[in-house]
């Protein structure tokens, strides 16, 4: 672990390296937390392909494991080595803690063109969080959904007992970890890069992601039942370092602003289906996985523990979490018509 944090500060040194000595570069760089061939590698290559075409700069893409964990990507987006950066608000919530408001179980609905309207639209999204992430050094250029959110076990899991003392894999994320104490289990915050391992050695036993991450990471390889319970979708955010943005033209705002949507209905468009496929190739790959869609009334004890989560989560955070939850749900109400 810590040979690791040595090579990504070595990595990030070279970085801030060759900003020093190339300060009006034309190269932008951008990390994410994903694969360059999952969803948010995707997005970036397609955000690239948009900027190169219609400006003189050129992306510079590091996917994940790059630069290292998300907390590191993060840091370098803060202090201006990245100029962009795609990361869950699930690990963003340390510094936004209104950023949680995305776990909260059942707020969130799985139809995916609900929830593409609803980002693309969103009061709540386009108007009160980008100046939350401004006060953290960052310009919210996006947000998008990447698929309802999986719990894959070793175990099966039919009901919230079915996770009582199952060490369940969660972000660092204070308000997920509720979620899954509510939901009966251990919830065991750990970085993506330990969860494998963790799964192989029995370190945990489960863990959430949407499905076609489940394929690409091959966490099916080390768990046996893939529950949807439809308590939540996968939301990313992209950004950019707020002085770097706010120093830039008027032009190239215009043509990052415009990347960001193109992109976005661009992503949307490639992941309508990539769930029923993704899961498909892993039936092919493993035929012994069971896989359990929970009915209503086995959902009904993780639906009656999000109301515990919502109150938590407006504890966290005061008035401001309060506001951004009822705009959140006017907003998909909205979206839902």
Same mark, same amino acid.
């Given at each position: 672990m810590r040979l690791k944090r040595i090579l990504t500060s070595v990595a990030a040194i070279a970085l801030t390296a060759a900003a020093t000595t190339n300060a009006s570069a034309d190269t932008w760089r951008y990390a994410f937390e994903e694969a360059l061939e999952e969803v948010q590698g995707k997005y970036a290559q397609k955000f690239k392909e948009e900027i190169e075409a219609n400006t003189d700069h050129t992306i510079q893409l590091f996917p994940y494991g790059t630069l290292g964990e998300s907390a590191d990507?993060?840091? &370098? =987006? &803060? +202090?201006? #080595?990245? &100029? @962009?950066v795609d990361q869950s608000p699930g690990f963003t919530g340390s510094l936004i803690p209104e950023a949680q408001v995305f776990f909260v179980p059942y707020l969130l609905p799985t139809d995916q063109d609900q929830l593409a309207q609803f980002y693309k639209e969103s009061k709540a999204v386009n108007e009160i969080f980008p100046e939350l992430y401004a006060d953290q050094g960052l310009e919210l250029l996006v947000m998008f959904p990447e698929g309802e959110v999986a719990m894959t076990t070793k175990s099966p899991v039919e009901s919230c007992a079915d996770l009582d003392e199952v060490k369940f894999r969660v972000m660092t994320n204070p308000l997920l970890v509720e979620a899954y104490r509510a939901f009966g289990a251990t919830p065991t915050p750990l970085p993506w890069g330990e969860v494998y391992g963790g799964l192989q050695t029995n370190i945990i036993q489960g863990q959430e992601n949407p499905t @076609? @991450?489940?394929? +690409?990471?091959?966490?099916?390889?080390? *768990?046996?039942? #893939?529950?949807? *319970?439809?308590?939540?979708? @996968?939301? *990313? =955010?992209?950004m950019a370092n707020k002085d770097f943005y706010d120093g830039l033209g008027e032009d190239d705002q215009k043509a990052i602003q415009a990347a960001s949507e193109a992109a976005y209905d661009y992503i949307v468009e490639y992941q309508k289906g990539l769930a029923d496929s993704e899961l498909q190739k892993i039936k092919d790959a493993k035929p012994e996985m069971t896989v359990t869609v929970l009915t209503d009334e086995q959902r009904q004890c993780f639906k009656d523990a999000a109301g515990s989560v919502e109150t938590t989560f407006i504890e966290m955070t005061g008035d401001s979490g309060k506001a951004i939850l009822e705009q959140m749900k006017a907003d998909l109400a909205a979206a839902a018509q």
């Open positions: 990507i993060m840091e &370098q =987006a &803060q +202090s201006g #080595i990245l &100029q @962009f @076609f @991450f489940l394929y +690409s990471t091959k966490i099916y390889e080390v *768990t046996d039942y #893939i529950t949807y *319970t439809g308590h939540n979708n @996968f939301t *990313t =955010a992209v």
